[in-house]
């Protein structure tokens, strides 16, 4: 073999599992070694809850690419339970332990790619080490759950933190028939999104009987005389589970990364340039461990997702090739699935705007049907898109429903990477049959709205934006509607009347019109507009302001 | 009411039904008159086979916006019954006929809008016109068909045209127990498609007990003398049947055009600008009648589909609001739905490219799960995927599967819009959830692969290109998926195996390299490549090329 240098790759998993793949296309005659200290490569990270549910049946489902798929198709020298404790970068050498007998080993290397992933937190709280405390991030973690359910006869659990893991952890634990409590800091769930939209998401929680505690962190925990565990909160509640799931968020694994004086960045992740190679350019890092680039703001950021680590482990073997290809950044496209809801979001979202001072966004909020209306089985989508008011670039979208959120989500994601505006929404051609979407998509419907706007024929505000307190506000649904809940105060005048009782209304001040979704509202407030009213809408409606 | 003008629109449904919502909104004090010939306004065209098959249990069901929507919440005049039979656009008055009573009608407008949609197309064929021959096209077509089906009993039917409307018809009917046989003319159902995309469906229907006569046209219909009907075919065969559906394919209704002397495009519908005038600039047209502009080639086309009707009637109402807009032009995406399969386009076939006289184009064929692999329930999508070689602008793409067809769709149909590459394909990042999607979405792998051959990274050919008699032809795959089916002549030295006994192969010659959907395939190519050998990739694999 006319082996030309050694690229060692630490940590076999979503990017150094790609990265390893992508060079062997490279480079057939580079000696290619990845190290893993866990028992398995290439496994699915983001399967282990619905392993621990049993949706998944084997721990061997889990493995995206056997190892015979590395060492056989790909000439790949994989060694698993070898964990790498030091990097010379002078030397160019790594050192580690055998896991599996406890003996050293050496490598030299041309090139090094650190993937080592993130751990999951777990904070430093009273009794957050007593047994029967968990987190979820490996095959072996999972396997030590089910074992302690199954001897301890595990009927209640507490899972802490209220994001991807803990609510896909929390689905599947009640799947298992237990009880299950959630316990969150913030006073929402999927913390990255906005509050509005995952207000359904927690519905269809706590209709599948998961115990929500949102604005509620966890003080401690603690051991019962009768050995089961209790999670006491700073409010003073206590949860009594036979099992507790940490999920609280993870923190990129940079022990290597510091012990080899790698630069490592603001938010604490591995800094590496656009072509994935740290401040020592013969080694490169991606994944979960990095600190990447938001194409939304151009701030080094961190993301904990397949995707984009396993796209980083072909630039960086592409770099080590050689190869000028750069790693675009990332747009924070994300979904999660709990029973038979999902939610998710692409580019910014209105707390990262706030967050960042920007004020030169607007909303539009919409709860369309995934579906033509007149053919059965149509669900709601509930859709928050954010867009440049200047210009009407999309800035992001948020969406939740029981059917075609990811198919939302993934239009949103495609437009927004290719800076497209409301206008290009307005005019997409989607894919429409009876079953399949509308004749005006709801992708359209948002580009309508937000167009609307923009051209001055309608004006509106979205959830979280005050109404006066004397303002006169308008209900345009049906007085079945209306009695069904409305806004304190709010005049019903139905839709089909208000033409014949417009004079029932008054000029001298801005009326607030809504009705349950925001459609007729705007043919209310474009008709009272042209009678010399001003009107403004509340964007998406009773089903966005209800709560 | 300070009524200033007066705009006739004629034909209520889809285009015309959007145009006189929008105009409403844009202008309070217009007078607005809608006339519809048939006795429904605003009814899904697109539900009917639906409805024929009960999945759609009430006519009612299918109408879009209920006449009440119309005259009270927008105060248009909407007649149903009222056909327009001629215009006179130097007078700027159209005259018709109370089809509920026979009394004739007139009116002034300022602006006219024609909406009148496409008629099925009726062969000149013997026995066309016998009674159980129907077309479907409206609420009363299926009232028509389903009571004669009562009334005789229908076991049989023949479905003539294996496009959108046949196919969805065909499912109906063999819902309702019917034996069905679908005749289509050419050697493909969903002839727009290209061939091989549409296989799958082919198989499915079969599968459904659908009997399906491909490249065999029509000669004409015959009574038996039990009162039955015979369809023969020019092939010589002959199928009885106790209905018959005609679904062709339709043309654009021009009729009042034609009469007005608007003038007609070389396609036979009526001439329109972008802000949808006719030759007349009282008078505009929108809808099935209408050549549009295809944003592919800049060239005139016909497009009977509802999306673009709608957003017609929009552009329409602006431009007679005095606002600038304009309609963007089609790229004719589109899906059809049979059984639980589905299969769509957007964009450019690679049979259009063809009649176009272009070389400059390559092709990539994969064949991912609908999600990862390891969550249980992955369904296979085919993709045929069209980019321009020079650049890599994505051309178009075709899908077909069990799940998610219509949002891979969807997602090509938003990058095609935005002038993407196949390099924003690969730095796409999608919605991942073990069951939403994969860390490396098929839209990634697709923009992977072409951008891997635009880089030079790999060579391949697609089907349909010939592989020269005396190839070598190399298949990586097991010997058990050998075993199963192969091309003939083809090696078999499964991928595991190759690095090892490469001396075996020739390096005189290509090496056609296949595997059973195509990534072991590239894996080996590049492996041949760096030792050596030339190597061709069969794109899709056995998948592909097995029919």
């Known amino acids: 073999m006319k082996t030309t240098k050694t690229v060692v790759i630490v940590g076999a998993v979503a990017g150094g599992a790609s990265c390893a793949a992508r060079l062997r296309r490279n480079e057939e005659f580079t000696r290619i ?106 095959i072996p973690d999972i396997q030590a759950i089910r074992s302690w359910m199954e001897v301890h006869q595990a009927k209640e659990a507490v899972v802490v933190g209220g994001g991807f893991i803990g609510l896909e952890t929390a689905e599947n634990l009640r799947h298992l028939g237990l009880e299950v409590t959630v316990v969150e800091m913030l006073d929402q769930i999927m913390p990255p999104l906005d509050a509005e939209v995952v207000r359904p998401v927690e519905a269809c929680l706590a209709e599948n009987g998961i115990r929500l505690v949102l604005g509620d962190g966890v003080a401690g925990f603690e051991n019962t005389p009768d050995n089961r565990l209790v ?79 396993n796209r ?57 049907g995934h579906h033509a209306g007149y053919y059965p089985g149509a669900e709601t989508l509930h859709i928050k898109m954010l867009y440049r008011t200047a210009d009407g670039l999309l800035l992001g979208a948020q969406v939740a429903g029981r059917a075609d959120v990811a198919r939302k989500l ?75 809940g409305h806004w304190a105060g709010a005049i019903n005048l139905p839709l089909p009347e208000l033409r014949g009782r417009m004079g029932e209304l008054t000029k001298s001040s801005e009326l607030h019109v809504y009705c349950q979704s925001g459609k007729r509202a705007h043919d209310a407030a474009r008709m009272l507009e042209q009678h010399g009213h001003r009107a403004v809408e509340l964007s998406g409606g009773w089903d966005s302001w209800k709560s």
Chains 1, 2 share one sequence.
């Open 231 to 309: 999670v006491r909160t700073k409010s003073g509640s206590g949860f009594s589970a036979d099992v507790v799931i940490l999920s609280i968020g993870v923190r990129p694994d940079t022990t290597l990364a510091k012990a080899a004086n790698l630069k490592i960045g603001a938010r604490g992740g591995i800094s590496v340039d656009a072509q994935m190679r740290t401040s020592d350019p013969a080694i490169y890092a991606v994944g979960d461990a990095v600190e990447v680039v938001s194409v939304l703001d151009d701030v080094p950021t961190l993301l904990a997702l397949a995707g984009p680590a």
């Open 33 to 138: 070694v990845l190290l893993e200290k866990g028992p398995h490569a290439s496994y699915a990270n983001c399967g282990l809850p619905y392993r621990l549910g049993g949706v998944i049946p084997h721990d061997d489902n889990l493995l995206v690419a056997k190892p015979a798929v590395f060492t056989e198709n790909f000439g790949i020298e994989l060694h698993t339970l070898h964990e790498v404790r030091s990097i010379d970068p002078a030397a160019k050498t790594v050192s580690g332990i055998d896991l599996s007998n406890g003996k050293p080993f050496d490598l030299s290397y041309d090139a090094l790619v650190l993937s080592p992933g993130a751990v999951p937190i777990r904070p430093p709280l009273p009794g957050v080490d007593l047994p029967g405390i968990f987190t979820v991030r490996s």
């Open 410 to 484: 993934d239009v949103f994601a495609a437009f927004l990477q290719m800076n497209a505006t409301v206008f290009d929404l307005e005019e997409a051609e989607m894919a429409y049959a009876p079953q399949f979407g509308g004749a005006k998509d709801a992708v359209n419907l948002a580009g309508m709205i937000a167009a609307n706007h923009l051209r001055g024929e309608a004006q509106s505000i979205s959830p979280g934006a005050s109404i006066p307190p004397d303002a006169v506000v308008l209900d345009v649904r049906s007085p079945q509607e209306f009695a069904g």
């Open 312 to 368: 980083q482990g072909r630039v960086a073997a592409d770099a080590i090739s050689g190869r000028s290809r750069t790693f675009r950044g990332v747009q924070g496209t994300s979904i999660v699935g709990v029973f038979d809801y999902a939610v998710g979001g692409t580019g910014w979202t209105e707390k990262a705007l706030k967050r960042a001072g920007r004020t030169d966004y607007a909303v539009v909020w919409l709860h369309p």
